[in-house]
């Protein structure tokens, strides 16, 4: 659109549709729902929490639940183990702030 206001800048449908798309970018911005938003909140807990962030293999997820509940030591983890496809991909840096309540 620029490009062709460049060419005629005197043409005033040129300038109404350049106007109008970015009424419609600006608006379709505004409507992008936060993605924390989406995300269901995790109650505070005293114990740890492991949150699966990466769904591409059910079978390691499964061992490391399994080797964690049942450590080869004495020492008895206390863990809250939360897997749900809605917190995929969240990072370690933004889960504290935007998913504990």
């Known amino acids: 659109m620029n490009k062709a206001l460049e060419l005629e800048p005197n043409e005033p449908t040129l300038k109404e549709v350049r106007n109008i798309v970015k009424l419609k970018?600006?608006?379709r911005k505004q409507r992008r729902p936060n993605p924390a938003a989406t995300k269901k909140k995790i109650d505070a807990s005293e114990?740890?929490?492991?949150?699966?962030?990466?769904?591409?293999?059910?079978s390691a997820w499964?061992?490391?639940?399994?080797?964690?509940r049942n450590p080869s030591q004495e020492f008895q983890?206390?863990?809250n183990f939360i897997s749900n496809k809605t917190y995929q991909g969240v990072t370690a840096e933004e889960f504290p702030?935007?998913?504990v309540i």
């Open 47 to 58: 114990n740890t929490l492991a949150l699966r962030t990466d769904f591409s293999n059910d």
């Open 77 to 79: 983890a206390n863990v």
């Open 25 to 27: 970018r600006k608006n």
């Open 97 to 99: 702030r935007q998913y």
């Open 62 to 68: 499964e061992k490391l639940c399994a080797l964690i």
